[in-house]
């Protein structure tokens, strides 16, 4: 294009800031452009409008936090990918201004400001504070390319995780060569990049190539006509945030999934029942078995769909599903986006067009008959797929979708829309909530109901470690909801204390549970007594979570940061952490380190800034140093786990299911700082979708220390739901009250039992293994002031 063309001004709408210039010339590309004249602009609250010819290029800031550049080539636009929520529009944004000035415009929001500078053809982003963030070379769009200059000791994260087997040490660190795919084998990817340095970049593509240098981030490759790209502002948690309102926020799984999974190839009705009045007579809690290919009539006609009346014969006719329902467990199962060819159904798909173009005829693996994938693109396929074969299986009790062997054609889309066939399928036949694992990712699949699973992972200590960067990579592209085959699943058996070490691994992963190929079995006690009770004691812990664990995951839901998140999330300044997989956040308040070495007598550990104590023992650690855990090398019974400076963590006794008994006295842990600190707690049905219409139960709970003053706050009760819930028992750690209030003085009694024995409000002392303790136990749902005075 000749940069001495004629251009015009062009207001796209009512809110932009216009102005018209030259896009450079292909060849000048890689060079600063050439100055070109002076163009006329027109303020109009929030927008720039680049034209040159036909092109445009639209800017705008969409939330105080999100600027979204649309280049528009010809002026043509294409529609939205999978990648992009299109059911949640944004609202009108107003709460910017924009300016002309000397060099070109200015545009600014309460987070963020953007200046245009029309000589250099340079976006400059800022932060709040004036910190330059990115330099983004328009002209580069001209060449199907986003080019963006960044700090050099910015770290960049995101794009792509890893596969089940391929090397991982580089870590969290994102740098050179990058492909945004969805992958095989657990991977997890997404159009995005970000730095703990206050920015994120997410491209609306299915698939590209992120070149990743040291001043540099330059995206290529994409799959849309139009570029269509968005700036993303703040602190990780806050590009997140963003990144769901822009791509789709993540639905609630049932909250019996918040509690432990065994799956297991190989089976039937009679072990299966064996294998849970096993667990129930041992009181080791587990709420859902999965179910491989036994449970289908597989290979038979809409055997895809059906039980397996073999194996399973109470399974038709609702039976099993009682008998299951009396044990609280649920039954979810295998699913394949493939079916076979000579079948009523495979006929059907010939007949309709259902198959994928890369699938072509081939033997299966299980059943040796001709089979071949379905294209689950087409949405003729999705309607089907949830089919009158498939709705009776679920209303005999397969409730919940395990998603196998849709990664292997190529495909960044297959994954994610035969889960969206699923959930699509489900919501509109049942109430209740859609569950599933899946063995890749995309970004916008968590729209879904979506889990992640790492794929078919090696059995022993190498491969368990190696999970470590699996999940936190998966996480830090927006696959929160992630899990793993515990035990691993090639390769053999474990041994005893891989075993043990990896439940107490999996018990601080957000989708808990185990698996093993063919024959193998992983419940606790197939690996001895050691480990059963190691294990048995990490299943316990996690249960005693599920009040903290189902709060995060209504947070996720709300806010797009879930349960687990790397330490850079909450340390983003702190270069000690930026490439750390070795501990991770469990909510807000708990730090864990698994043990992920045979025989370890000892562990390094690197505490972040702030006071920490130690779950197990009470010990108190002085943040920003490496301490020297010693590790039990013989009784494996050890995981390090930290408590945060702050914390308010609201645990329950382990019940052998999620939901045994109602929850009537919920236990709060609070351990005051100086700083007020805050907890949301959530509540719901746990089963269906009511929450998205105000069927929940919240309730934030905030405490201050300032010297021998403890205040905490309950706010009053948000939603229309109404737990079983009477009272909190807020056992407050730091020190022994000497007086409380609330409303006026709280009665006073001698010790914990009086005060739980008194059925009513109060106060007592006493001491645990953190050392002083203060319990108040006062009405729930309803706002409270508490006062507490520590000492005499």
């Known amino acids: 294009m000749d940069k001495s063309a004629t251009f015009s001004r062009h207001v796209l709408s009512a809110t932009g800031l216009v102005i018209g210039l030259a896009l450079a010339p292909c060849a000048a590309l890689n060079a600063m452009p050439a100055a070109v004249a002076a163009a006329a602009s027109h303020v109009v609250d929030h927008g720039i409008d680049i034209n040159a010819g036909a092109d445009t290029v639209s800017v705008r800031f969409l939330a105080p936090g999100i600027v979204h550049v649309h280049f528009q080539p010809d002026g043509r636009t294409s529609a939205p990918s999978l990648v992009i929520d299109n059911a949640t529009p944004f609202p009108a944004f107003t709460a910017a201004r924009a300016e002309e000035t000397a060099s070109g415009a200015d545009m600014t929001s309460s987070e963020a400001s953007v200046h245009w500078d029309r000589n250099s053809e340079r976006l400059l982003v800022e932060d709040a504070e004036h910190r330059r963030l990115l330099e983004a070379d328009m002209s580069a769009l001209k060449q199907r390319r986003v080019l963006l200059q960044h700090a050099p000791s910015d770290a960049l994260y995101g794009i792509g995780g890893y596969n089940a087997t391929e090397r991982a040490s580089a870590g969290l660190l994102r740098s050179g060569k990058q492909v945004a795919m969805a992958g095989e084998q657990g991977h997890a990817g997404a159009p995005l990049v970000w730095s703990t340095s206050g920015y994120g970049v997410l491209v609306d593509t299915i698939g590209a190539t992120f070149a990743?240098?040291?001043?540099?981030?330059?995206?290529?490759?994409?799959?849309?006509?139009?570029?269509?790209?968005?700036?993303?502002?703040?602190?990780?948690?806050?590009?997140f945030a963003a990144v769901a309102r822009i791509s789709g926020h993540s639905q609630l799984f049932p909250k019996w999934a918040m509690g432990f999974t065994n799956s297991q190839w190989g089976i039937d009705q009679k072990e299966l029942l064996s294998i849970i009045d096993t667990y129930r007579a041992k009181h080791i809690p587990i709420d859902n078995f999965t179910l491989?290919?036994?449970?289908?009539?597989?290979?038979?006609?809409?055997?895809?769909?059906?039980?397996?009346?073999?194996?399973?014969?109470?399974?038709?006719?609702?039976?099993?599903?009682?008998?299951l329902d009396e044990r609280g467990i649920h039954l979810t199962g295998i699913m394949k986006p493939r079916v076979h060819v000579d079948t009523i159904e495979g006929r059907y798909a010939t007949a309709h067009d259902f198959w994928s173009a890369a699938s072509k005829v081939a033997p299966d693996y299980f059943s040796h008959k001709p089979i071949r994938e379905l294209d689950f693109d087409k949405p003729a396929v999705r309607s089907w797929f949830f089919n009158d074969h498939l709705k009776h299986s679920f209303d005999t009790g397969m409730i919940g979708w395990w998603n196998d062997e849709a990664d292997d054609i190529g495909s960044d889309t297959q994954f994610i829309n035969m889960e969206r066939a699923l959930y699509d399928g489900q919501r509109a036949y049942s109430p209740l909530r859609v569950w599933s694992i899946?063995?890749?990712?995309?970004?916008?699949?968590?729209?879904?109901?979506?889990?992640?699973?790492?794929?078919?992972?090696?059995?022993?200590?190498?491969?368990?470690?190696?999970?470590?960067q699996r999940m936190l990579s998966a996480i830090n592209v927006g696959a929160m909801q992630w899990g793993m085959d515990g035990g691993g699943f090639k390769n053999g058996t474990p041994t005893p204390e891989n075993y043990a070490r990896w439940i107490e691994f999996g018990a601080f992963t957000p989708i808990f549970r185990v698996h093993g190929s063919f024959g193998e079995k992983r419940q606790p006690w197939v690996y001895g007594p050691v480990a059963e009770k190691d294990a048995t004691d990490a299943i316990r812990l996690r249960y005693a979570l599920i009040p903290y664990i189902y709060s995060y995951e209504y947070r996720r839901h709300v806010s797009g940061v879930g349960l687990v998140r790397p330490l850079i999330f909450d340390w983003p300044r702190d270069p000690k952490v930026r490439n750390d997989i070795a501990s991770w956040l469990f909510g807000d308040w708990l730090l864990v380190s698994p043990v992920v070495q045979p025989g370890q007598t000892a562990k390094d550990i690197y505490l972040p800034a702030g006071q920490w104590i130690d779950w197990f023992s009470g010990k108190q650690y002085q943040g920003g140093q490496t301490i020297h855990l010693a590790i039990d090398s013989k009784r494996w019974d050890d995981i390090p786990l930290f408590i945060r400076e702050g914390a308010i963590i609201p645990t329950q006794p382990a019940e052998d299911y999620v939901g045994k008994t109602p929850l009537t006295e919920l236990d709060v842990q609070v351990f005051p700082a100086a700083r007020r600190s805050t907890f949301d707690y959530y509540d719901d049905d746990g089963s269906t979708y009511g929450y998205e219409h105000g069927a929940c139960f919240s309730q934030t709970l905030a405490v201050q220390h300032a010297g021998k003053q403890v205040t905490l706050d309950i706010a009053a009760a948000?939603?229309?739901?109404?737990?079983?819930?009477?009272?909190?028992?807020?056992?407050?750690?730091?020190?022994?009250?000497?007086?409380?209030?609330?409303?006026g003085p709280l009665k006073s009694f001698d010790s914990l039992d009086a005060l739980q024995d008194s059925g009513g409000e109060g106060w007592a002392s006493g001491r645990d293994r953190f050392g002083a303790v203060t319990y108040v136990r006062v009405k729930a749902a309803t706002a409270r002031h508490i006062a507490l005075t520590w000492g005499r």
């Open 292 to 323: 491989d290919f036994d449970w289908k009539a597989w290979g038979e006609d809409w055997g895809e769909f059906r039980w397996n009346t073999v194996k399973f014969p109470d399974g038709p006719d609702g039976k099993l599903k009682q008998a």
């Open 718 to 743: 948000v939603g229309s739901f109404r737990p079983a819930l009477k009272f909190y028992l807020l056992q407050v750690h730091g020190g022994a009250a000497s007086k409380a209030s609330s409303q």
């Open 212 to 239: 990743l240098k040291p001043t540099s981030i330059t995206v290529t490759g994409t799959s849309r006509t139009d570029l269509d790209y968005y700036i993303l502002i703040g602190s990780p948690a806050q590009i």
């Open 438 to 468: 899946n063995r890749n990712f995309y970004l916008g699949a968590q729209r879904y109901a979506y889990g992640l699973w790492s794929g078919d992972i090696p059995t022993g200590f190498a491969s368990m470690a190696g999970q470590r």
